[in-house]
């Protein structure tokens, strides 16, 4: 098995973090989600660091041979939205993004990633641990049940007009 380090984001993997969210998009659109604009590339990495400094999360790589090989986004929300109407909101931790290379998977680094949330997130006081997967993405639903997440809900969609 290769070895990997996990280390917080550092503008050194830039090119890598964007190479790394670029695959993970153009996974999903193969799995029937939105096309990445031609732009995604370049932009979605400095809106993804605001949005994670907004909510006091913070980015983690997984590394190795000064490579960055994976990726996960953290952030953390308390008492807004709807949870603002509630006595005690949760505190919950929320990634948005997690990928692996391709040729990296199976090996340990998602799970490796998914720990280095976990233990930020109880580190700042989280009740819960939270994210999303898309739904024609069974690899990564089978992977997160295996790490123990169960489905809170069912987000739907249909499509309408057509």
Request: glycine share 10%.
């Given at each position: 098995?290769?070895?990997f380090?996990?280390?917080?984001?550092?503008?050194?993997?830039?090119?890598?973090?964007?190479?790394?969210?670029?695959?993970?998009?153009?996974h999903?659109?193969?799995l029937g989600?939105?096309?990445?604009?031609?732009?995604?590339?370049?932009?979605?990495?400095?809106?993804l660091?605001?949005e994670?400094?907004?909510?006091?999360?913070?980015?983690?790589?997984?590394?190795?041979?000064?490579?960055?090989?994976g990726?996960?986004?953290?952030?953390?929300?308390?008492?807004?939205?709807?949870?603002a109407?509630?006595i005690?909101?949760?505190?919950?931790?929320?990634?948005?993004?997690?990928?692996?290379a391709?040729?990296?998977?199976?090996?340990?680094?998602?799970?490796?990633?998914?720990?280095?949330?976990?233990?930020?997130?109880?580190?700042?006081?989280?009740?819960?641990?939270?994210?999303?997967?898309?739904?024609?993405?069974?690899?990564?639903?089978?992977f997160?049940?295996?790490?123990?997440?169960?489905?809170?809900?069912?987000?739907?969609?249909?499509?309408?007009?057509?």
């Amino acid at each position: 098995m290769e070895q990997f380090e996990i280390v917080e984001y550092s503008p050194l993997y830039q090119e890598d973090a964007k190479d790394l969210l670029l695959t993970l998009q153009l996974h999903l659109e193969s799995l029937g989600g939105c096309a990445p604009k031609p732009t995604f590339r370049d932009e979605y990495l400095p809106y993804l660091l605001r949005e994670v400094e907004k909510q006091n999360g913070k980015i983690f790589l997984a590394v190795t041979d000064g490579k960055a090989i994976g990726l996960v986004s953290c952030k953390i929300f308390f008492g807004e939205g709807d949870d603002a109407f509630l006595i005690n909101p949760p505190k919950s931790g929320f990634v948005s993004d997690l990928v692996v290379a391709k040729d990296m998977r199976g090996k340990g680094v998602g799970k490796a990633l998914l720990a280095a949330a976990e233990e930020f997130f109880v580190s700042n006081g989280c009740d819960r641990f939270e994210l999303t997967v898309f739904a024609p993405n069974k690899s990564a639903y089978g992977f997160y049940v295996a790490q123990g997440f169960e489905p809170r809900s069912h987000y739907m969609m249909r499509k309408i007009g057509r």
